[in-house]
């Protein structure tokens, strides 16, 4: 039963434009919720969070949208570059941090010079 | 500045075989994790430990032992490799509980066949 689901198994994107990537969950207990960036042979890297009692926020390029009521979130990247090509997992904790993280499947992002 | 390391990065086992996966870090960090990925599945949690001497099932942790006798290292152990634990294996760590604004640093991973 995977609770975090990422749709999308690649995306390509021009360079300079905007990258949106999606994910959905299913367990309302979920309240925080992460994105990771993972390039080939090295482990994933923090990229972004964003709490329940949030719907936006924002750090430089990248910016997190959450939508609890239709249990949606996205990030979008812009304007992309060649550097943002990755693999991106969006990961949700539950309340307290005593849950543990719970990753989506992951979206290839391509970005196209 | 090392962060996280695991060792091996590669290793090819034959079917029945054992072997540990040793992950350290020097970030004084008291909690550990190690993660599995295989394709379509993204990232799941095989064990955990919230501080040293102690260890907690996570989502898959059937066919894997670990052990955290120093707060720095987190061994994770196969004691009759299957082929279905054909994997990349992650180790991470945090200071506090992941989410609530602490993230957890992972390593590079182990690469793990099983033929």
């Known amino acids: 039963d995977q609770q975090v689901k990422q749709n999308s198994p690649s995306l390509s994107v021009q360079e300079g434009r905007i990258s949106i990537l999606n994910c959905d969950y299913t367990?309302?207990?979920?309240?925080?919720f992460l994105w990771y960036k993972k390039y080939p042979a090295e482990g994933p890297t923090f990229l972004i969070s964003?709490?329940?009692?949030?719907d936006k926020n924002e750090d430089g390029r990248f910016t997190v949208f959450l939508n609890k009521s239709a249990k949606h979130l996205s990030l979008h990247i812009v304007p992309s570059q060649p550097g943002d090509s990755a693999v991106y997992f969006c990961?949700?904790?539950?309340?307290?941090?005593?849950?543990?993280?719970?990753f989506g499947t992951g979206t290839r992002l391509t970005i196209i010079p | 500045n090392a962060g996280v390391t695991q060792t091996p990065k590669f290793r090819v086992l034959k079917t029945g075989q054992s072997m540990t996966l040793l992950c350290a870090q020097d970030m004084n960090h008291e909690y550990m994790y190690w993660y599995r990925q295989d394709p379509g599945m993204g990232l799941r949690l095989i064990h955990y430990s919230v501080g040293e001497g102690t260890t907690a099932k996570g989502e898959v942790p059937d066919g894997y032992n670990v052990s955290r006798l120093k707060k720095q290292n987190f061994l994770l152990g196969l004691e009759s490799a299957a082929p279905s634990q054909t994997s990349v294996y992650f180790c991470?760590?945090?200071?506090?509980?992941?989410?609530?604004?602490?993230?957890?640093?992972f390593g590079q991973g182990t690469r793990l066949t099983v033929v």
């Open positions: 990961a949700a904790e539950g309340t307290f941090g005593n849950e543990k993280l719970t």
């Open positions: 964003i709490s329940s009692i949030k």
């Open positions: 991470a760590s945090s200071y506090a509980p992941t989410g609530l604004n602490t993230e957890a640093f």
């Open positions: 367990n309302s207990m979920f309240d925080y």
